[in-house]
């Protein structure tokens, strides 16, 4: 299998499609005839559509999964005793949830990754860190659910780090009151989920308790938009109201946690870009690659994936595809939105539970 190594020493939007279409092509190629010949029910699934290898030409042709089949079948590429963890989305209304199991080389791959992505946005340097949860440390380290891995593997961005929730879900002001008089006078790093912040720092959070401000934060935040769907906020409301807490540093983010590490940040324009590690096409209800501009399924593609064949997956995602030229924003990738989930879907909730 080829060595994914190259793409940790690329800028993560310096390539243009060409060149990204050159290497994401073989690379996903490999991919997918290493999960072919180690994980046997991704096998079985490629024999019964009798899967050929010799007929991927493009990126479009990269045979994909459904995301529902990781909840189904168990997807693995490795060895039992190879595990470290395993990764569960936040299944609601008694759903099944999906389970990724990493072996030692997928998880620093993942954390690589994400470490390039998120530097583009934070810098270097480690800042001091606000978490919009509770503190995950009584979780079981060996099994994670969406929203504690997502906490997890975003702390590493951060240090001296606070936890605006405590343990019955009430905010901690003497807490927060003291990590802003620490930190709040030099740049600080917040991190959580869209309906957690929603509800916890825009609608619970009492300014006769708040003696400072939030003027130094960069915030990103992601996951939870199926609630705020359901109460009508849109992301352009949502900013808004944070910068009524002086927040001007604002980034969503978009990701599963089949394809951890290769997140798509929203550029100042406001749509989701790309990496060197990811790529997206759009398919209508018969699977048709459609063009750009155009709503439907969202496939989603990640070089990350060695210990499970999560590299090619069909969301249950809308989404659409923008021309690069509508964006003002100077770096390589392509431009897209996410407009919420199928409505046929399962409410699977990855980071709502």
Not at 38 to 54: E, Q
Not at 204 to 214: E, G, H, T
Not at 287 to 309: A, D, E, M, R, W
Not at 340 to 346: Q, V
Request: glycine residues 8%; hydrophobic residues 35%; charged residues 25%.
């Amino acid at each position: 299998m080829q060595n994914i190594n190259k793409f940790f020493e690329i800028n993560p939007y310096s390539l243009d499609e060409r060149e990204k279409n050159n290497i994401l092509k073989k690379t996903l190629n490999n991919l997918t005839n290493h999960h072919y010949f180690n994980s046997k029910n991704y096998k079985k699934l490629l024999d019964y559509f009798n899967f050929d290898k010799k007929n991927i030409k493009n990126l479009k042709d990269v045979p994909f999964l459904p995301v529902s089949l990781f909840k189904e079948l168990e997807l693995k590429s490795i060895k039992d005793s190879e595990v470290i963890k395993i990764l569960h989305s936040s299944g609601t209304s008694g759903g099944q949830p999906s389970k990724i199991y990493l072996d030692k080389k997928n998880a620093n791959a993942q954390s690589k990754a994400l470490n390039i992505i998120v530097k583009t946005i934070l810098g270097g340097e480690r800042s001091p860190m606000l978490i919009i949860d509770k503190n995950p440390k009584n979780q079981v380290r060996k099994t994670l659910n969406a929203r504690m891995a997502a906490i997890n593997g975003f702390s590493i961005f951060g240090k001296n780090h606070s936890y605006l929730l405590s343990e019955n879900g009430n905010i901690d002001y003497e807490k927060l009151n003291d990590f802003l008089k620490k930190y709040g006078n030099h740049k600080f790093f917040i991190f959580g989920f869209t309906s957690i912040i929603y509800e916890n720092l825009i609608k619970r959070l009492s300014k006769k308790k708040l003696k400072f401000n939030f003027k130094n934060g960069v915030l990103l935040h992601g996951g939870g938009w199926k609630k705020m769907e359901k109460i009508k906020v849109s992301n352009k409301i949502f900013k808004a109201k944070l910068k009524n807490l002086g927040l001007n540093k604002i980034h969503n983010y978009y990701g599963l946690i089949e394809q951890t590490g290769s997140i798509f940040l929203e550029c100042n324009c406001g749509y989701f870009v790309t990496s060197v590690f990811s790529d997206i096409l759009i398919r209508d209800k018969e699977f048709n690659v459609i063009k750009n501009g155009s709503k439907g399924f969202i496939q989603l593609f990640s070089v990350l994936p060695t210990s499970y064949p999560g590299h090619s997956i069909l969301t249950e995602d809308l989404g659409q595809i923008i021309e690069k030229h509508n964006c003002k924003c100077n770096i390589n990738g392509k431009r897209f939105l996410v407009h919420g989930r199928i409505k046929e879907a399962e409410i699977r909730g990855c980071s709502d539970a």
